[in-house]
T-cell receptor, first 114, second 113 residues
Framework: DAGITQSPRHKVTETGTPVTLRCHQT?????MYWYRQDPGHGLRLIHY???????DKGEVSDGYSVSRSKTEDFLLTLESATSSQTSVYFC?????????????FGPGTRLTVL | AQSVTQPDIHITVSEGASLELRCNYS??????LFWYVQSPGQGLQLLLK??????LVQGIKGFEAEFKRSQSSFNLRKPSVHWSDAAEYFC???????????FGAGTRLFVKA
């Protein structure tokens, strides 16, 4: 299994509070991703990174920010959590070979915003 | 824009019966296609992938998928389902020359004894 960990694994917080989720990899892969998973929507891309300090928005980036100061760590921050951000968050990594991109996923973080 | 459709939200099959999960994609170029499986409380695991060549690809756990360009489909099959196959299955398409992947909404598989 790819070496990807996420912390915390579960978190309950209140509306309006800041929250930071951490993704840590030991594979030295260049690309890292944050997805959210909601029933009926599959996985939707929030933000991704293609290198240290290089990040870009995905399809559902509003209300989220990211940072990547080291290859191994990719942080997702909810500046002011809302109930609509209650979800399961997955981190993924990839090291595209040629033209294609196989992603490896972390175990997920279940976030509940009350 | 590329998209992936999994028409079945959930499917129930008997243990030992055959399985086919449907996936249709929309993509302008030659697609890179994936099937992932997610067991309850777990992350996603890659079952198989298609990039080029033989349109019938074999994966782990006895799964296979067939790419049909004329139908824009990449259906997942297994000849005999085991109770441990109960999970959620996601079809996905990867950007050609890119590094983003678009996922379908998923199909939840229930296996009855």
């Amino acid at each position: 299994d790819a070496g990807i960990t996420q912390s915390p694994r579960h978190k309950v917080t209140e509306t309006g509070t800041p929250v930071t989720l951490r993704c840590h990899q030991t594979e030295n892969h260049r690309y890292m991703y944050w997805y959210r998973q909601d029933p009926g929507h599959g996985l939707r891309l929030i933000h991704y990174s293609y290198g240290v300090k290089d990040t870009d928005k995905g399809e559902v980036s509003d209300g989220y920010s990211v940072s990547r100061s080291k290859t191994e760590d990719f942080l997702l921050t909810l500046e002011s959590a809302t109930s609509s951000q209650t979800s399961v968050y997955f981190c993924a990594i990839s090291a595209p070979s040629g033209l294609y991109n196989e992603q490896f996923f972390g175990p997920g973080t279940r976030l509940t915003v009350l | 824009a590329q998209s992936v459709t999994q028409p079945d939200i959930h499917i129930t099959v008997s243990e030992g019966a055959s399985l086919e999960l449907r996936c249709n994609y929309s993509y302008g170029a030659t697609p890179y296609l994936f099937w992932y499986v997610q067991s309850p409380g777990q992350g996603l695991q890659l079952l198989l992938k298609y990039f080029s060549g033989d349109t019938l690809v074999q994966g782990i756990k006895g799964f296979e998928a067939e790419f049909k360009r004329s139908q824009s489909s990449f259906n997942l099959r297994k000849p005999s389902v085991h109770w441990s196959d109960a999970a959620e299955y996601f079809c996905a398409v990867g950007e050609t020359g890119g590094f983003k992947t678009i996922f379908g909404a998923g199909t939840r598989l229930f296996v009855k004894a």
